[in-house]
């Protein structure tokens, strides 16, 4: 079963707006990542919050995460349509092994 | 660097052929993953190993066995393939601190299996 769940599966904006994407997971986490697919390549990653962070910033990237919520949110301000690609974020599963279980994935649409 | 490569891209097998996956790393990492993306589904851990020499089961094992040839490349076996195997296959690389938490993932670019 999927530990993470993004919200909203499927999301469209124009240029300029800003995007937001929310994950959640079930069991405690040592770490959050966020990764970008654009269709047909493999993931890149974007970002990586451990979990005594509450907030990280990369460039236009913002990531939250509330570990009592078990919930973390990724926003993207001022998109592009070089952002148009599918976002996932992957819990490392606590025990040491390095081992990251992904979501299902956001599919975000940004027109130009 | 060519960072995570994988070979074959695009791959047709028919009920019952084997085939293996190849995936080499040139960031001198530890650990070596395989992941197979169904649509709508993520990413599902197949087979990982942590650092040269070791292999461990992921979420999906069934069907598939694992290499780990040196540090460089970890193959992925597909012993008599399936139709539910049609996938895309990715290997990804990390750096690891032995007991300590994950770290990023580099992907490999996929290949695209389609079993008949």
């Known amino acids: 079963s999927q530990q993470g769940e993004e919200d909203p599966q499927a999301l469209s904006i124009q240029e300029g707006e800003n995007a937001t994407m929310n994950c959640s997971y079930k069991t405690s986490i040592n770490n959050l990542q966020w990764y970008r697919q654009n269709s047909g390549r493999g993931l890149v990653h974007l970002i990586l919050i451990r979990s005594n962070e509450r907030e990280k910033h990369s460039g236009r990237l913002r990531v939250t995460l509330d570990t009592s919520k078990k919930s973390s949110s990724l926003l993207i301000t001022a998109s592009r349509a070089a952002d148009t690609a599918s976002y996932f974020c992957?819990?490392?599963?606590?025990?040491?092994?390095?081992?990251?279980?992904f979501g299902a994935g956001t599919r975000l649409a940004v027109h130009p | 660097n060519a960072g995570v490569t994988q070979t074959p891209k695009f791959q047709v097998l028919k009920t019952g052929q084997s085939m293996t996956l190849q995936c080499a790393q040139d960031?001198?990492?530890?650990?070596m993953y395989w992941y197979r993306q169904d649509p709508g589904m993520g990413l599902r851990l197949i087979y990982y190993s942590a650092s040269e020499g070791t292999t461990d089961k992921g979420e999906v094992p069934n069907g598939y066995n694992v290499s780990r040839l040196n540090k460089r490349e970890f193959s992925l076996r597909l012993e008599s393939a399936a139709p539910s195997q049609t996938s895309v296959y990715f290997c990804?690389?990390?750096?690891?601190?032995?007991?300590?938490?994950?770290?990023?993932?580099?992907f490999g670019p996929g290949t695209r299996l389609t079993v008949l």
């Open positions: 960031m001198n990492h530890n650990s």
């Open positions: 992957a819990t490392d599963v606590s025990g040491g092994y390095n081992k990251l279980i």
């Open positions: 990804a690389s990390s750096e690891i601190r032995l007991g300590g938490p994950a770290d990023t993932q580099y």
